[in-house]
């Protein structure tokens, strides 16, 4: 396809003033597709907005395009950036995923390069493997974003948000409980308390996805519930990687492939390149 100017790409993702849709009416609907949208976007709100339209940014949901906008904003030195997420934990759909298989090009074969297994993405990179191994990994790039980030930049993260309301005004009301730490994991010791409140903020994404089948009974990415995040918001779970943190804390050696079967266990109540990059279909 043709290079789009900033202004032009810009105005692919704008649903109205201020606001701005990731990926939901587009073609070739992938992981990968998704964060080059996420890129694309950012560069382009970079590029185009005056400075006090990035003031404060808010990301609405939790997945992978959502993440990938938010380590792109703090990247770029965007100063507060709040992260909204209706289940309990960031990507929540694969992750714990043991049985499906992710790659960045899949859909792309036999196109030159698409047999490269990694995503070559500037932030929150992967390689192919099961989705949830591709979770672990993009959370880990989320945890070493939050980490060098400036002392000056914020960062807030809502997870099981059960009411969000977003005004013509770009005003956001909600209800949901915000993550204590860096990683995004609300472990059983360190649950969030559920809290309402409403902020003005200067830009919105909406990373939304594309929810759940709507005719299975289960989703394409549920192998077993126990290790996995509940879909439904207000439940909660541990999620895988929450599983084997919190694990972690009790055996010193173990792999992750270790705690596979522990599904009887009863647990409870818990989890620069970029400004080159065009959209990806």
């Known amino acids: 396809m043709p290079k789009l100017s900033p202004k032009a790409l810009l105005r692919r993702f704008m649903l109205s003033n201020n606001i701005y849709l990731l990926g939901s009416f587009e073609a070739g609907l992938t992981i990968y597709k998704q964060q080059v949208r996420a890129l694309n976007l950012v560069w382009s709100m970079i590029e185009v907005l005056p400075h006090r339209k990035l003031e404060r940014v808010a990301v609405i949901g939790g997945g992978f395009a959502g993440l990938t906008a938010a380590a792109a904003l703090l990247h770029k ?20 995923s043991d049985t499906r ?13 698409s ?15 099961r989705a949830s191994d591709v979770v672990v990994e993009v959370l880990h790039g989320w945890d070493r974003i939050l ?15 059960k009411h969000l309301r977003i ?4 005003e956001v009301e909600w209800v949901g409980e915000q993550v204590v730490g860096l990683t995004g994991e609300m472990p059983s010791g360190n649950r969030g308390v559920p809290s309402g409140n409403k902020s003005k903020f200067e830009s919105i994404i909406l990373a939304v996805g594309f929810g ?4 299975a ?7 077993e519930q126990l290790g996995q995040p509940e879909l ?3 439940r909660r779970s541990i999620s895988y990687r929450g599983m084997v943190t919190e694990l972690s804390s009790i055996f010193s050696e173990f792999g992750s492939r270790a705690f596979v079967k522990i599904g009887f266990w009863s647990i409870s109540s818990r989890t620069t390149q970029s400004s080159s990059m065009l959209c990806a279909n």
Request: with cysteine; proline share 10%.
């Open 167 to 170: 005004d013509r005004t770009a």
């Open 212 to 215: 759940l089948e709507p005719t």
């Open 101 to 113: 298989w992710v790659h960045p090009g899949i859909y792309d074969w036999p196109e030159e390069g």
């Open 232 to 234: 439904v918001p207000g």
């Open 147 to 161: 980490e060098n980030k400036s002392p000056r930049q914020t960062v807030s993260i809502f997870l099981n948000v």
């Open 217 to 223: 009974r289960f989703s394409y990415w549920r192998n």
């Open 77 to 96: 030195g965007v100063k507060h950036v709040t992260v909204f997420e209706k289940c309990a934990a960031l990507c929540p759909l694969q992750d714990g």
């Open 115 to 129: 047999n490269m297994p990694a995503a070559g993405l500037p932030l929150l990179n992967w390689k192919a493997g």
